[in-house]
């Protein structure tokens, strides 16, 4: 298939952060740091969530990092009555609308954050660790809006590896069939834990896919946000007119290890990781916002040192925070707990010895 709009990732940042393509309209100052801040407010927490699991404190993650403008780009569009479905992997797109780090936390104590932790509902679906299956969360999402006539436009997000699962043809299809308004990002970071993306597909890219369900697609430079934010724009703009969904590619790359259950070394080329940090998100937004005079090197520090300080707090509130009952698994399960479980809870708080 020849289409000009699959030849090239879409770009506006080249690698050294020099404008290469028409800016986006309407790009305040204000919302250019705030996206920089919230790109780094992910690559720090996401290094504080690893060294809590280092420590036996917090349960396995998934690092974000090298993989944060598309996190937080795709995210930039949406106002609050959109919604976002997606996994660990983007967890800037949830800061950037609204999660609290605490809440994420707490999560990652194990336990769901509750409103006190996790402030007012942002409308982000809790993470899916299950691959692909926020692909048919978001399809229905989109399905509800359309049919109760909401001014909700939905995006979800998924790994290169859920393409291979028949979830994501199924939500493209219904989306597709049902013109509802969704934009589905494929966050194409070239590798499915140690499956490389060439062993996960045979085009040359992902978005060739929408053309098959009748979805306009679009391939981007996901390690360049302000591409990111033009290309999710226009799609979000598009589905909440009416115009049904769109399917986004973003090409970008881990710097990290799969999770904190992995190690790369044993399967990923050295040269990979070098090349990718030379294509870092974060220094190249960096550079346009210097030579823009957005932002200088003063700035920068203390804008770094207020993200840890703000990141201290929140994970101190988060591990400050009780923990809920063992028992509390039993609970909001049924309206009324049924007799069977009623026997399984009281068995639980015998042997914990909790009251009866
Ligand atoms: C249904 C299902 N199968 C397998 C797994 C194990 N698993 C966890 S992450 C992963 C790879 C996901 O790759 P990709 O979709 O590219 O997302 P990425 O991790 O690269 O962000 C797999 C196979 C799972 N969590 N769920
Ligand atoms: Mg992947």
Redesign the pocket.
Known sequence: MRNQEFEQPYQILNQDGQVTGPLPEGLEPARLLEWYRTMWLTRLFSNKLVALQRQGRATTW?PSNGQEAIAVGLATPLLAQDWLTA?P?EMGGYLLKGVTPAAIAYFCRGFPPPPELAGPDVRCLPFT?????QTLHSAGLAMAAKIKKEDSVVVGT??????S?GDFSEALNFAGVFQSPLVMVV???G???S?PSHK?YAAKHLAQRGVGFGVPARLVDGNDILAVHAVMREAVDRARSGGGPTLVEAITH?QAA??TADDPTRYCPPENLSLWEARDPLKRFRRFLFDGGYLDEKGDMSLVQEVEAYLTGQVQKAFDYPAPSPDGFFNNVYAELTPRLARQRDQVRQELGLPQ
């Open positions: 998934i996994s992997r660790i299950v691959i692909g299956t998924c790994g290169d590896g859920a393409t699962e966050v194409n970071n590798w499915a834990i499956v996960q881990r799969h999770s």
